[in-house]
């Protein structure tokens, strides 16, 4: 998969685009993402209220990194998706992603971004903490992380 023409952008795609990409995603997500939600509601909450750094090839939405950052009272942003089709993976565009959402959150003064992580998605925990993501609580399930924006 070439990824030179990759373009990277933010909130531009459709609701649609979003669902698309979500369902071909569906099983890289541990558990699958249509066994927690109702996949066509969260696109369109995805589109409706959160800000999306997404990576296009060609009309290939190829990856999406999607955040909350209505919160700022508190100054809290909250990553609710990182998602790649499986050809796209371990090519660096998950990074590309969070490393935009990073700088979306300087530049809009939040001070930090938290998120949620199954506690056995090993790739996605070591991206993270890659970022400088920290381990704050953790259930039977899941891992709360945390980034302090600088």
Same mark, same amino acid.
């Given at each position: 998969?070439?990824?030179?023409? &990759?373009?990277?952008?933010?909130?531009?795609?459709?609701?649609?685009?979003?669902?698309?990409?979500?369902?071909?995603?569906?099983?890289?997500?541990?558990?699958? &993402?249509?066994?927690?939600?109702?996949?066509?509601?969260?696109?369109?909450?995805?589109?409706?209220?959160?800000?999306?750094?997404?990576?296009?090839?060609?009309?290939?939405?190829?990856?999406?990194?999607?955040?909350?950052?209505?919160?700022?009272?508190?100054?809290?942003?909250?990553?609710?998706?990182?998602? &790649?089709?499986?050809?796209?993976?371990?090519?660096?565009?998950?990074?590309?992603?969070?490393?935009?959402?990073?700088?979306?959150?300087?530049?809009?003064?939040?001070?930090?971004?938290?998120?949620?992580?199954?506690?056995?998605?090993?790739?996605?925990?070591? &991206?993270?903490?890659?970022?400088?993501?920290?381990?704050?609580?953790?259930?039977?399930?899941?891992?709360?992380?945390?980034?302090?924006?600088?």
């Amino acid at each position: 998969m070439d990824i030179s023409n &990759l373009e990277y952008k933010s909130k531009t795609a459709t609701e649609a685009e979003i669902y698309t990409h979500l369902k071909e995603c569906d099983d890289n997500f541990i558990p699958p &993402l249509s066994e927690k939600v109702d996949v066509q509601e969260y696109s369109k909450k995805l589109y409706g209220k959160s800000v999306t750094f997404e990576a296009w090839s060609k009309n290939i939405l190829a990856g999406l990194v999607a955040a909350y950052f209505n919160d700022p009272k508190n100054q809290t942003g909250y990553i609710t998706n990182v998602s &790649l089709i499986k050809d796209y993976s371990g090519r660096g565009i998950a990074s590309r992603l969070i490393e935009d959402c990073i700088q979306y959150a300087k530049q809009n003064k939040f001070r930090e971004i938290r998120l949620e992580v199954n506690k056995d998605n090993g790739p996605a925990i070591h &991206l993270y903490k890659k970022y400088g993501f920290i381990e704050y609580e953790k259930n039977d399930n899941s891992l709360f992380m945390m980034f302090k924006v600088s």
